[in-house]
């Protein structure tokens, strides 16, 4: 049995994507226990939305969902990895391949991301 | 400037540590805005304790401090990515490379963790 511990932040887990061949780290999403099931029983990596407060499948509008190869969850049962192959090379709704594309350098940040696709063309916003 | 989104989960954001050399991702840590401004003046990976609710700089107690070779944040500056270099090679508390150990398979877990260090013989417990 896998027992992860939801009770430790109000029923939320912070679950960790990294692309399983290269190790970038591509973005932090959050799940709640339907997420980790519904991530389990489909093989894609599907979170909480703790903005729009529902389940998010990954990609389910842009196209860029997130196939699981690997989970790891850690020691104390509260943190997920899930290394993914990433559909369409980006992660990140920005249109960058991942969302940590800012850098932080000497006080301020610098963008670094690699654009992948436009958000406008996307997501018609 | 560089400004972080401590309000969206009371004052905490998760930071994700990753080996800055290979790719790995050993810890997920929590910072809250003092741990967040001591890392970046110290340049030494400092998370806050929800357990023990004050102030960590990781690797105090054990010696495998972590040295931050470059740090990210994603596009909604609610996530930290720290890049660093592990001394000691260890991250985890009980005694493995990465917290990280546990691999999801068939509904259980399988501990592919590489030791390093005696837990027993660091802490004494």
Chains 1, 2 share one sequence.
């Not at 940590?100 to 696709?117: A, H, L, R």
Request: proline letters at 2%; one cysteine or more; hydrophobic letters at 35%.
């Amino acid at each position: 049995m896998i027992q992860l511990d939801f009770e430790k932040m109000g029923g939320l887990l912070p679950a960790i994507v990294q692309d399983h061949q290269t190790g970038e780290v591509l973005m932090l999403g959050f799940m709640n226990e339907v997420a980790w099931e519904a991530t389990l029983s489909t093989g894609q990596a599907t979170f909480y939305s703790r903005s729009s407060q529902e389940i998010w499948v990954k990609g389910e509008t842009s196209g860029n969902r997130q196939i699981v190869k690997e989970i790891r969850i850690d020691c104390d049962n509260d943190s997920i990895l899930l290394m993914i192959d990433q559909i369409g090379g980006a992660s990140c709704h920005t249109g960058y391949r991942s969302c940590f594309y800012k850098q932080v350098k000497d006080g301020s940040t610098q963008n670094i991301g690699k654009p992948v696709f436009d958000p406008e063309e996307v997501y018609g916003k």
